[in-house]
Protein backbone atom coordinates (compact mmCIF):
# COMPACT_ATOMS: atom_id res chain seq x y z
CA UNK A 1 0.00 0.00 0.00
CA UNK A 2 1.61 3.52 -0.66
CA UNK A 3 0.13 6.73 1.57
CA UNK A 4 -1.36 9.63 -0.27
CA UNK A 5 0.53 12.85 -0.22
CA UNK A 6 -0.83 15.54 1.20
CA UNK A 7 -0.75 18.55 -1.03
CA UNK A 8 1.49 21.12 -0.28
CA UNK A 9 0.29 24.57 0.60
CA UNK A 10 1.27 26.69 -2.20
CA UNK A 11 2.68 30.58 -1.75
CA UNK A 12 -0.09 32.84 -3.20
CA UNK A 13 1.43 35.48 -5.71
CA UNK A 14 1.73 38.91 -4.34
CA UNK A 15 1.88 41.14 -7.61
CA UNK A 16 -1.69 42.19 -6.16
CA UNK A 17 0.02 44.11 -3.51
CA UNK A 18 1.38 46.29 -6.46
CA UNK A 19 -1.55 47.75 -7.36
CA UNK A 20 -3.60 50.33 -5.14
CA UNK A 21 -7.52 51.61 -5.55
CA UNK A 22 -7.66 55.17 -4.93
CA UNK A 23 -11.20 56.00 -6.01
CA UNK A 24 -12.57 54.53 -9.24
CA UNK A 25 -9.04 54.23 -10.53
CA UNK A 26 -6.82 51.69 -10.34
CA UNK A 27 -3.11 52.91 -9.72
CA UNK A 28 -0.06 50.75 -9.77
CA UNK A 29 3.71 51.36 -8.97
CA UNK A 30 6.43 52.27 -11.38
CA UNK A 31 6.75 49.86 -14.19
CA UNK A 32 10.59 49.12 -16.20
CA UNK A 33 10.65 52.27 -19.32
CA UNK A 34 12.64 49.22 -20.57
CA UNK A 35 10.70 45.99 -19.98
CA UNK A 36 7.74 47.73 -20.48
CA UNK A 37 4.00 47.56 -18.34
CA UNK A 38 4.14 44.23 -15.96
CA UNK A 39 7.86 44.41 -15.43
CA UNK A 40 7.65 46.35 -11.66
CA UNK A 41 10.72 48.02 -10.29
CA UNK A 42 11.63 46.77 -6.78
CA UNK A 43 11.97 49.66 -4.23
CA UNK A 44 15.30 49.47 -2.14
CA UNK A 45 16.54 52.28 0.56
CA UNK A 46 18.37 54.42 -1.47
CA UNK A 47 17.60 52.96 -5.66
CA UNK A 48 14.29 51.26 -7.26
CA UNK A 49 15.87 48.62 -9.73
CA UNK A 50 14.02 46.23 -12.40
CA UNK A 51 14.38 42.61 -11.77
CA UNK A 52 14.67 41.78 -15.28
CA UNK A 53 16.92 43.92 -16.70
CA UNK A 54 18.85 45.49 -13.83
CA UNK A 55 17.64 49.01 -14.93
CA UNK A 56 18.31 51.63 -11.74
CA UNK A 57 16.86 54.61 -10.51
CA UNK A 58 18.95 56.26 -7.52
CA UNK A 59 17.38 58.40 -5.11
CA UNK A 60 18.81 61.79 -4.56
CA UNK A 61 20.48 62.42 -1.33
CA UNK A 62 18.53 64.90 1.12
CA UNK A 63 21.07 67.76 1.67
CA UNK A 64 20.69 69.43 4.91
Same mark, same amino acid.
Given at each position: ?23 ? #? ?5 ? +??? &? !?PGHFL? #? ?5 ? +??? &? !? ?10
Open positions: MTKKEKPKNKVPSNKWKKYKVVGD #KLEKEQS +CPR &C !GA #KHKNRTT +CGS &C !GYTIFAEAKKE
